[in-house]
Nanobody, 126 residues
């Protein structure tokens, strides 16, 4: 079982940037495909980005392509989400999640993920 702890959220102005981190412990990090999800107030949880175990494959929600970059450092047991050109509609709680069943293509569905962090709040002011 892996434990996940997110950090790096905060309050930023539109157009700003943040780098979210998710530190994993308790299990071999490279045994998991990883995803970043977000949940805005009153809305369901949606995938922002996911990454394969090696980092070779990534994919993004259409509305964040070109602004978000997901990456991972297996030596540091950490997955990152670089968020640039922030928009007010990016305001949400951001969660990282681990998929132990599908390392090559973790996918967009939250049901595919087995372990979740507690989330970090990102608030973008206009």
């Amino acid at each position: 079982q892996v434990q996940l702890v997110e950090s790096g959220g905060g309050l930023v102005q539109a157009g700003g940037s943040l780098r979210l981190s998710c530190a994993a412990s308790g299990s071999t990090f490279s045994n998991y495909g990883m995803g970043w999800f977000r949940q805005a107030p009153g809305k369901g949880r949606e995938i922002a980005a996911f990454i394969s175990w090696s980092g070779a494959l990534t994919d993004y929600l259409d509305s964040v392509k070109g602004r978000f970059i997901i990456s991972r450092d297996n030596a540091e047991n950490t997955v990152y989400l670089q968020i640039d050109s922030l928009k007010p509609e990016d305001t949400a709680v951001y969660y990282c999640a681990a998929n132990r069943k599908n390392l090559l293509y973790p996918g967009r569905r939250s049901e595919e993920y087995d372990y979740w962090g507690q989330g970090t709040q990102v608030t973008v002011s206009s």
